[in-house]
């Protein structure tokens, strides 16, 4: 019976769990290279030695600051970020039974992003990080219950044409809204624009330990589920007929998508795509199989959102291009071959 459903899983095929581990042992090593690369290379060059020295030998020279309070926190924020954008969209697509589903096209992003911006401008400087945190997570919480409803067919179904229309309906009013507190507040403006940008640009250490919590818990829970997720992608009556607790899996997944998404815009601000491109590059590897495909996704969402930084860096040097642009240049293109596919499986089109 386990090989019958792996079997279902995976499309057909059934593939080595060595295979998989393996795959995943090499994505994991270019992770760990790109981290290196992200540290070491820049308007200013590090070479390894210098970098162990920043921490065996602390001298407080200006390379050693550079490394120990810029590159080093960048780059580990970037890498729990992306890894939580991605598995965050894995999950979303699991549950909508949609290709399209992620943080940013279904709105999420930007109702974390909204009341962000809206603590910034109303609190301005007493703000603190952990209260960054809570409105990031509010506004992620009330998008997706508002995309949810909006996505419920008569049947309490989740319909995955509604939720986009939805997602992307909250996505552009959530937008609006930003801008518009923005402009009402001039004086806001250099911090706001971090979040509508998305950057992890100038981040601290501290950034990140108050942000890691939530982002554990949010990769666990997603964990927790891995199984029952690929019981829902069979569908919801087939999934009842199993004896999946529906509702229960739903709600799992939906916390882990608001403290993975709610806290990455807190910290990085609204990433955009991660959460859509990873998913559909891991399981060209991995099969839809949830147990391989999510630890697939955070090791490679990590490792997207390194790269992308460390390229943004070079772009238009000494100036640096906020990650979150870079991300949409390449996310762009292939949320629309994502659609175009969509549409020919439809049609019989090649």
């Known amino acids: 019976m386990n090989r019958l459903m792996d079997r279902r899983v995976t499309g057909g095929r059934l593939t080595s769990r060595r ?13 760990l290279a790109a981290m290196a690369a992200s540290v070491m290379l820049g308007v200013r060059m590090f070479g390894f030695g210098q970098v162990w020295q920043a921490y065996s030998r602390f001298d407080g020279s200006n390379g050693h600051l550079i490394i120990t309070t810029s590159r080093v926190p960048r780059t580990l924020l970037a890498a729990a970020v992306g890894a939580s954008l991605a598995v965050a969209g894995a999950v979303m697509q699991a549950v909508t039974r949609n290709d399209l589903a992620s943080p940013s096209v279904l709105g999420i992003n930007a109702g974390a992003s909204l009341c962000a911006v809206a603590a910034l401008v109303w609190l301005g400087p007493s703000l603190t990080m952990n209260g960054m945190i809570r409105f990031a997570l509010g506004g992620a919480a009330a998008s997706a219950a508002v995309v949810y409803a909006l996505g419920l067919t008569g049947g309490n179904r989740l319909e995955p044409a509604r939720l986009t229309i939805a997602g992307s309906t909250i996505a552009a009013f959530a937008a609006s809204l930003t801008s518009g507190l923005i402009l009402l507040n001039n004086q806001s403006l250099d911090d706001a624009l971090f979040w509508m940008l998305g950057s992890v640009s100038g981040r601290k250490l501290e ?3 108050q942000v890691f ?5 949010g990769w666990l ?11 829902l992608t069979l569908g919801e009556d087939n999934a009842r007929g199993l004896g999946l607790r529906l509702r229960l899996v739903q709600a799992i997944a939906a916390l ?3 403290l993975l998404a709610g806290s990455s815009v807190a910290a990085a601000g609204p990433i955009a795509f991660v959460g859509l491109m990873v998913p559909h590059l891991c399981r060209f590897f991995t099969g839809p199989d949830h147990r391989w495909l999510l ?9 997207l959102l390194v790269a992308a930084d460390l390229l943004s ?5 000494p100036k640096e291009v906020p990650v979150g642009i870079t991300t949409a240049l390449i996310g762009v293109p ?4 994502v659609a175009r596919r969509r549409k020919h499986a439809r049609t019989g089109i090649v």
């Open 207 to 209: 950034h990140l330990e």
């Open 19 to 31: 295979v998989l581990a393996a795959g995943l042992a090499l994505v994991v090593l270019a992770l």
């Open 221 to 231: 829970l997603a964990g927790l589920i891995a199984e029952s997720l690929n019981v």
């Open 313 to 317: 860096r070079f772009v238009l040097m």
């Open 213 to 217: 919590p939530y982002m554990a818990a």
């Open 334 to 337: 292939f949320l629309i071959y």
């Open 295 to 303: 630890p697939w996704c955070a090791a490679a969402g990590a490792l």
């Open 256 to 258: 882990s998508v608001i």
